[in-house]
């Protein structure tokens, strides 16, 4: 019952002679699934579509931006508006400060903002800022986060490098990390144990405040409010990475969600639209080290692109009109029912992590609240379910320490379809 995958297949072939690994990023490489990657033709709704005619449930909307689903009225609407009065000025315009105040509106720890092009130079730039606030050096991030592929953050990362086994990849020099403290996710003992060690010396703690990079694990209670306090205790500045979370689990972020208040914040994805977009801000001190203001140097010949500030506005703008982020966490909740339910009819064990629209369905048994408990999880087991999906048109993360997300235009209808799917796979995998 597979689906047609010749041109994919051919296509990849191809792309493999002139990039390498044929993907411009590995967490596209179905490194982790085996096979090749399947060549998207276009999108629209809930739906890619592939060059082989393929038509398939989106889980991934572009690895988080989608949650208006593919291709929104709105959004292709602005992003045609903005292309008809040019591409890239090189200047400053008008929607760079509409955006920028959009961002201040949702999410009020952010006092000053900085436009970037992707969610890695929001945490590269964030984190030289906390050191040239701070005058310190040390950081501390946790083990299975990814943070983009920044020198000093690809230590023990998540996402691709925890999927392709290089979480500390090579070429980073040992100069690079020899800052970086690497602590467990959810072990508060290992936190104040840090802050103790190192009284005064930490700048910054970077962190996913809800993680996806391992999948989807939880703040365990209480751990983001001790993170605040012994921040604060320290004057460290506290750094929620909400490329993946702001404006995903609430329109706030996760910082709206748990009510602390960071002193930074990174975001990317959904505040692009589906463009290059990444951004850094928090408190008013802080940011006004950031050159020209300051001394601290970041930049970008692309950053405030006034066709990606169209696609990010024109998205938080309909976020914030139609508010859809309780019916995003009903479908995802029924969606991840369905799937429990289904793997306990099948017998198969297996923990679901889910936060408003992202969500994980790990093979094995929970709790899963750190990268330990995450790698516990049965890989092959994953790759035949995330196989057996595909050949039922229903397209999710390639790997089993990756996020899912429902989109506002994934109907009940498509999702019943996924839990059906889902259901005939786990029996497969059950049955041997
Ligand atoms: P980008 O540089 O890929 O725009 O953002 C890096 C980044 C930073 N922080 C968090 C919390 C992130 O999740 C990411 C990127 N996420 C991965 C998926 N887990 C992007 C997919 C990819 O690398 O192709």
Not at 309 to 328: H, N, Q
């Amino acid at each position: 019952m597979s689906l047609p995958r010749s041109r994919s297949q051919t296509h990849f072939e191809r792309a493999s002679r002139s990039i390498p690994g044929g993907v411009n990023s590995p967490a596209r490489a179905f490194g982790a699934v085996g096979g090749h990657p399947l060549i998207i033709d276009h999108a629209d709704g809930a739906f890619l579509h592939d060059i082989d005619g393929n038509r398939l449930i989106d889980y991934i909307g572009s690895w988080g931006p989608h949650i208006l689903g593919h291709r929104h009225p709105e959004v292709t609407k602005a992003i045609h508006a903005a292309v008809d009065k040019g591409t890239s000025f090189g200047a400053p315009n008008e929607m760079e400060t509409e955006l920028a105040e959009l961002i201040k509106d949702a999410v009020p720890s952010i006092e000053l903002v900085r436009m970037v092009s992707s969610g890695t130079e929001a945490t590269m730039s964030a984190i030289r800022v906390a050191r040239g606030f701070t005058g310190r050096d040390l950081i501390i991030k946790f083990a299975g986060c990814y943070h983009g592929h920044v020198d000093s953050l690809l230590v023990k990362a998540g996402s691709g490098a925890l999927t392709h086994g290089n979480p500390s990849s090579p070429g980073v020099p040992k100069g690079c990390t020899a800052d970086t403290l690497v602590l467990e996710y959810n072990h508060t003992d290992q936190l104040e144990e840090a802050f103790k060690t190192h009284p005064g010396k930490i700048a910054c703690v970077i962190l996913e405040p809800v993680v996806g990079n391992m999948g989807t694990v939880l703040p365990a209670p209480g751990y983001l409010e001790t993170l605040r306090r012994l921040c604060s205790e320290h004057g460290t500045v506290l750094l929620f990475d909400e490329v993946m979370t702001g404006f995903r689990v609430a329109y706030g972020g996760a910082q709206e969600r748990f009510k602390i208040r960071p002193d930074m914040t990174t975001l990317g994805k959904i505040v692009g639209g589906g463009m290059p977009v990444g951004a850094y801000g928090g408190r008013a001190d802080i940011m006004q080290r950031v050159s020209p203001v300051g001394p601290v140097y970041q930049a970008g010949t692309l950053s405030g692109n006034p066709v990606a500030m169209a696609a990010g506005i024109a998205t938080l703008k309909t976020l914030k009109t139609s508010d859809p982020y309780s019916r995003l966490e009903a479908t995802t909740k029924t969606l991840c029912a369905g799937l429990a339910g289904a793997a306990q009819k099948a017998g198969v064990p297996f923990t679901i992590n889910q936060v408003a629209s992202m969500w994980t369905f790990f093979f094995a048994e929970g709790p899963i609240t750190d990268l330990a408990s995450a790698m516990k999880s049965d890989t092959k087991r994953f790759a035949r379910f995330f196989w057996g999906l595909i050949d039922r048109g229903v397209y999710l993360a390639c790997s089993q320490f990756e996020a899912n997300f429902v989109s506002t235009a994934h109907t009940a209808e498509l999702i019943d379809q996924t839990i059906a799917s889902a259901s005939d796979v786990l029996h497969e995998i059950a049955r041997g």
